[in-house]
């Protein structure tokens, strides 16, 4: 019964947070939307801010499980890169409340909000890291420094989240990721695999 009240308590919190913000959400409007006591709300988050960790968790979970899912299906090093960038684009999507940190400063308010965004970027890097690792052992990522190339790769994508998410169509963003992976291979590929 428990675990029931949680998740329909976050995943209302999800949506409104994601509609309204942290800062016009209320705790009232979630108790009444998800059908809970306000109390009890209290009684397993204790405030509004830790409710809006709490789906700011999940939201990364579930993002990095959905690209990490989308990577493990592909064989070659070259098509888990790709796939990456492209589940990455699909799945952040849905993940309005983190896309939402970046647009509302969030961090300001509620600094723990960051350490949950930092720590989705090196979970992001670090499955960039594993596979570029892979493509250099298999011979087809030329590659000094991989942490470096990680990080780079992560950051120029998150980069590009904000404005192509919220003004790009699907296909236009399909169309982008082409040409980043171009310029991304292009510079990576070892000359006898071009």
Same mark, same amino acid.
């Given at each position: 019964m428990k675990r029931e009240k949680v998740t329909s $308590? +976050?995943?209302?919190?999800?949506?409104?947070?994601?509609?309204?913000?942290? %800062?016009?959400?209320?705790?009232d409007e979630v108790a009444r939307m998800a059908r809970v006591a306000k109390g009890t709300i209290y009684?397993?988050?204790g *405030?509004?801010?830790?409710?809006?960790? @709490?789906? +700011?968790r999940r939201e990364a979970n579930e993002i990095i499980e959905k690209v990490s899912s989308s990577v493990a299906h592909e064989v070659s090093p070259k098509d888990k890169l790709a796939a990456f960038?492209?589940?990455?684009?699909?799945?952040? %999507?849905e993940a309005i409340n983190i896309l939402n940190l970046d647009r509302e400063g969030i961090e300001n308010l509620l600094p723990s909000a960051e350490s949950i965004r930092s720590n989705f970027i090196e979970r992001e890097v670090d499955l960039i890291h594993s596979i570029l690792k892979e493509?250099? @052992?298999? &011979? $087809?990522f030329r590659i000094n420094d991989t942490v470096l190339a990680a990080r780079g790769i992560a950051? *120029?994508?998150? &980069?590009? @989240?904000?404005?192509?998410l919220v003004q790009e169509s699907q296909e236009q963003i399909e169309h982008y990721l082409d040409e980043l992976m171009n310029i991304i291979f292009f510079g990576m590929m070892n000359k006898k695999t071009n």
């Open positions: $308590i +976050l995943d209302t919190a999800k949506k409104m947070f994601g509609r309204y913000g942290l %800062r016009k959400t209320s705790i009684n397993y988050f *405030s509004k801010d830790q409710v809006y960790l @709490e789906v +700011l960038a492209r589940a990455k684009f699909k799945y952040m %999507r493509g250099i @052992e298999k &011979g $087809i950051y *120029s994508l998150r &980069g590009f @989240e904000l404005n192509w």
